[in-house]
């Protein structure tokens, strides 16, 4: 398959200070590699830098060491004209559709107005691309929201409308950042399968940011790979359905065991694994060892002086772990 | 369910929010008990009225709130006609509130001592300042936070997950009987959110008080509670058992949210997204505000609104579908 997006060896630094500057490692060292059509999920909690590696992807966001090639192209060396023709392939979903959607504009100009911008059409095609648009994302029928405002939808609709948006410039790729918290419950999993519906009628690669591990096994589910992230690196990688049903790093392992189960019998008896500590780690570019080593339980001597690397276990199924990576 | 003594008994309670565009009817006649020692989750969608309930309940509506009807006992005593006197003797000795840590309940300009401090003034207990530190301290033990660190720090200082344990540890302050709690795990990450649910496990049993929680996780209601009240659109419309209501739930919109949950361990082919949107309160639809996303809606159920109606098993449903007694 056409690979679309590749990161290389890719860190991100981020400084403040002026006299005596700060500095602090988000990212270390990422490879990642999405072919055409691929489903690609980033999982981890808050603080663990899926944002930023999100939004380095989407080219929101300038790396601070490596290279970020979009269709076998590296993006920061294109000139302005070949940028902008690419640009329009990557797509990036926002977090909050409360937030990231015109308030005074109607819904048919939130599409329109892009559309017009991205595809030379007469205004007949415009009006009947906006409401094919809008009937893929499932706000159907359309002429009834064509002269509705964001505020008239509820969660779920904007997000719909955000995604709606997002194809107007027929992307190859959609980079979605937490799609699903700021939506009810009952709209979450509709959402996730609108996603999954995109890749597969349409071949869209996406990519999706997510906290919640039920989510990312229901999109991985098919296919798709899960990377997990802790401290600003990829601590497992691989198939979505080999690392939930057999995870081996031990973050990993907390984090799919304290998810939530909607079944009271399970729930109750099951042992949920105490961390020695719950802190977010800060790390610097002089930090030595692994980032989770400070919470571990199983941690060793050799885990405080030196930085573990991805290990390749199973076929397509990568570790970063000096004790369970064998 | 076990009925026996009920320590909270809310009947036919009824809320609305002003607004300029009209009344936002945000708890339209709602009745349930709460078992004594007992762990009750009320869970809802934002903007379902599930907040409204325990704001109602504790008298702590936001200004454009008013309640309309209803009663709220607590030990046969209608919280709500009380006068701030009176209701200042049962609030935080009997009944406590811990609001939402995401949404800045602490002062960021006070440390967290002086919280304490302020709400032992609040409630007119005479504690010197030993006797004040001691029972912080204890209660901050209690949930797992260092007292020496934390009663000295700003709320800044703190992560998420520490500032909802020092709300937890300030409701705790005075021994309260009841203990309710607004969404204490959102916005929470998915380890600290565990960590949460564990210590509320285990200040149940060391502590022998009924807790009372909204969430919008139907999963985290699997975990924690005895029971469960499902409210849509500003009407209770299940409230049963938890082992009951994941076994065997009754209401359609019970059902289908069971459906739609992605938990890890679920069978993903069998997740199904319920189809269409909350309704809005502002404007509700007429008869069952279920119908429209419903796939068993009947004629009666655009036309008259059901009752609560009691089946067999004990259980409580809002539905058509069931009859009084019947299952």
């Given at each position: 398959?056409?690979?679309?997006?590749?990161?290389?060896?890719?860190?991100?630094?981020?400084?403040?200070?002026?006299?005596?500057?700060?500095?602090?490692?988000?990212?270390?060292?990422?490879?990642?590699?999405?072919?055409?059509?691929?489903?690609?999920?980033?999982?981890?909690?808050?603080?663990?830098?899926?944002?930023?590696?999100?939004?380095?992807?989407?080219?929101?966001?300038?790396?601070?060491?490596?290279?970020?090639?979009?269709?076998?192209?590296?993006?920061?060396?294109?000139?302005?004209?070949?940028?902008?023709?690419?640009?329009?392939?990557?797509?990036?979903?926002?977090?909050?559709?409360y937030?990231?959607?015109?308030p005074?504009?109607?819904?048919?100009?939130?599409?329109?107005?892009?559309?017009?911008?991205?595809?030379?059409?007469?205004?007949?095609?415009?009006?009947?691309?906006?409401?094919?648009?809008?009937?893929?994302?499932?706000?159907?029928?359309?002429?009834?929201?064509?002269?509705?405002?964001?505020h008239h939808l509820s969660g779920?609709?904007?997000?719909?409308?955000?995604?709606?948006?997002?194809?107007?410039?027929?992307?190859?790729?959609?980079?979605?950042?937490?799609?699903?918290?700021m939506i009810d419950m009952s709209?979450?999993?509709?959402?996730?399968?609108?996603?999954?519906?995109?890749?597969?009628?349409?071949?869209?690669?996406?990519?999706?940011?997510?906290?919640?591990?039920?989510?990312?096994?229901?999109?991985?589910?098919?296919?798709?790979?899960?990377?997990?992230?802790?401290?600003?690196?990829?601590?497992?990688?691989?198939?979505?359905?080999?690392?939930?049903?057999?995870?081996?790093?031990?973050?990993?392992?907390?984090?799919?065991?304290?998810?939530?189960?909607?079944?009271?019998?399970?729930?109750?008896?099951?042992?949920?694994?105490?961390?020695?500590?719950?802190?977010?780690?800060?790390?610097?570019?002089?930090?030595?060892?692994?980032?989770?080593?400070?919470?571990?339980?199983?941690?060793?001597?050799?885990?405080?002086?030196?930085?573990?690397?991805?290990?390749?276990?199973?076929?397509?199924?990568?570790?970063?772990?000096?004790?369970?990576?064998? | 369910?076990?009925?026996?003594?009920p320590i909270i008994k809310v009947e036919n309670l009824k809320a609305v929010y002003l607004v300029r565009e009209g009344t936002i009817k945000a708890a339209d006649g709602i009745s349930f008990e709460v078992?004594?020692?007992?762990?009750t989750a009320i869970v809802g969608e934002s903007a379902s009225g599930k907040s409204t309930i325990i704001e109602a309940m504790t008298k702590t509506l936001p200004p454009n709130g008013r309640i309309l009807s209803g009663k709220v006992l607590y030990n046969?005593k209608d919280i709500l006609t009380l006068s701030n006197e009176e209701l200042r003797k049962i609030k935080w000795k009997e009944i406590a509130l811990v609001p939402q840590a995401a949404q800045q309940s602490l002062n960021?300009?006070?440390?967290?001592?002086?919280h304490?401090?302020d709400t032992?003034?609040a409630h007119?207990?005479?504690?010197?300042?030993?006797?004040?530190?001691?029972?912080?301290?204890?209660?901050?033990?209690?949930?797992?936070?260092?007292?020496?660190?934390?009663?000295?720090?700003?709320?800044?200082?703190?992560?998420?997950?520490?500032k909802q344990?020092?709300l937890i540890?300030l409701a705790?302050?005075?021994?309260p009987?009841v203990l309710i709690l607004d969404e204490p795990t959102s916005a929470?990450?998915?380890?600290?959110?565990?960590?949460?649910?564990?210590?509320?496990?285990?200040?149940?049993?060391?502590?022998?008080?009924t807790l009372i929680f909204v969430t919008h996780d139907?999963?985290?209601a699997?975990?924690?509670?005895?029971?469960v009240a499902v409210i849509y659109g500003g009407n209770l419309i299940e409230y049963?058992?938890?082992?009951?209501?994941?076994?065997?739930?009754?209401?359609?919109y019970?059902?289908?949210?069971?459906?739609?949950?992605?938990?890890?361990?679920?069978?993903?082919?069998?997740?199904?997204?319920?189809?269409?949107d909350p309704p809005s309160l502002l404007n509700p639809p007429s008869?069952c505000r279920f119908?429209?996303?419903?796939?068993?809606?009947?004629?009666?159920?655009?036309?008259?609104k059901?009752q609560l109606?009691?089946?067999?098993?004990?259980?409580?449903?809002a539905?058509?579908?069931?009859?009084?007694?019947?299952?």
């Amino acid at each position: 398959m056409k690979q679309v997006i590749k990161i290389d060896h890719i860190s991100k630094i981020f400084s403040r200070g002026f006299f005596k500057k700060q500095h602090k490692l988000v990212l270390s060292d990422i490879n990642l590699e999405i072919s055409q059509g691929d489903r690609l999920v980033i999982v981890g909690e808050s603080g663990m830098g899926k944002t930023t590696l999100a939004r380095i992807m989407a080219n929101l966001e300038l790396p601070s060491e490596g290279e970020v090639l979009w269709f076998e192209k590296n993006i920061q060396k294109l000139r302005e004209k070949e940028k902008k023709l690419l640009r329009g392939k990557v797509q990036y979903i926002h977090q909050d559709p409360y937030a990231s959607l015109h308030p005074a504009k109607t819904i048919y100009k939130i599409i329109a107005d892009p559309l017009r911008n991205a595809q030379k059409i007469n205004r007949k095609e415009v009006y009947e691309k906006t409401k094919q648009l809008l009937e893929k994302v499932g706000l159907t029928p359309a002429e009834y929201f064509f002269n509705k405002y964001p505020h008239h939808l509820s969660g779920g609709g904007r997000q719909r409308l955000a995604i709606a948006r997002a194809l107007t410039t027929e992307p190859q790729v959609i980079i979605a950042d937490e799609p699903i918290s700021m939506i009810d419950m009952s709209l979450r999993a509709a959402i996730i399968k609108l996603f999954k519906d995109l890749n597969d009628l349409y071949g869209i690669a996406v990519i999706l940011v997510l906290h919640d591990i039920g989510a990312a096994k229901y999109f991985t589910y098919e296919k798709g790979e899960i990377a997990v992230l802790y401290g600003g690196k990829i601590v497992e990688k691989g198939k979505g359905r080999e690392v939930l049903t057999n995870p081996v790093h031990p973050y990993t392992k907390v984090l799919i065991n304290s998810s939530p189960i909607a079944d009271p019998e399970i729930a109750r008896n099951r042992v949920v694994e105490q961390l020695r500590s719950y802190e977010v780690p800060v790390r610097t570019p002089e930090s030595k060892g692994c980032p989770f080593a400070h919470a571990c339980n199983y941690y060793t001597e050799k885990c405080l002086e030196e930085d573990p690397q991805l290990i390749v276990i199973d076929s397509s199924h990568e570790v970063a772990c000096h004790v369970f990576s064998k | 369910m076990n009925k026996l003594n009920p320590i909270i008994k809310v009947e036919n309670l009824k809320a609305v929010y002003l607004v300029r565009e009209g009344t936002i009817k945000a708890a339209d006649g709602i009745s349930f008990e709460v078992p004594e020692n007992s762990v009750t989750a009320i869970v809802g969608e934002s903007a379902s009225g599930k907040s409204t309930i325990i704001e109602a309940m504790t008298k702590t509506l936001p200004p454009n709130g008013r309640i309309l009807s209803g009663k709220v006992l607590y030990n046969g005593k209608d919280i709500l006609t009380l006068s701030n006197e009176e209701l200042r003797k049962i609030k935080w000795k009997e009944i406590a509130l811990v609001p939402q840590a995401a949404q800045q309940s602490l002062n960021p300009t006070m440390k967290i001592i002086d919280h304490f401090k302020d709400t032992v003034e609040a409630h007119r207990v005479n504690w010197s300042h030993n006797e004040l530190i001691k029972k912080a301290s204890e209660k901050l033990k209690m949930v797992r936070l260092n007292p020496e660190v934390v009663l000295y720090a700003y709320p800044l200082q703190l992560s998420g997950g520490m500032k909802q344990r020092v709300l937890i540890a300030l409701a705790l302050l005075m021994e309260p009987k009841v203990l309710i709690l607004d969404e204490p795990t959102s916005a929470l990450d998915v380890l600290t959110q565990a960590h949460i649910i564990q210590l509320l496990k285990e200040l149940k049993k060391m502590l022998n008080i009924t807790l009372i929680f909204v969430t919008h996780d139907i999963a985290v209601a699997a975990e924690l509670a005895d029971n469960v009240a499902v409210i849509y659109g500003g009407n209770l419309i299940e409230y049963n058992s938890t082992f009951q209501i994941f076994k065997n739930p009754l209401h359609p919109y019970t059902n289908g949210l069971i459906n739609s949950i992605m938990a890890v361990n679920a069978d993903m082919s069998k997740v199904k997204p319920i189809p269409g949107d909350p309704p809005s309160l502002l404007n509700p639809p007429s008869g069952c505000r279920f119908h429209p996303r419903c796939e068993h809606a009947m004629e009666i159920c655009k036309k008259e609104k059901p009752q609560l109606i009691e089946t067999e098993n004990g259980a409580q449903v809002a539905c058509y579908l069931y009859k009084e007694g019947g299952r």
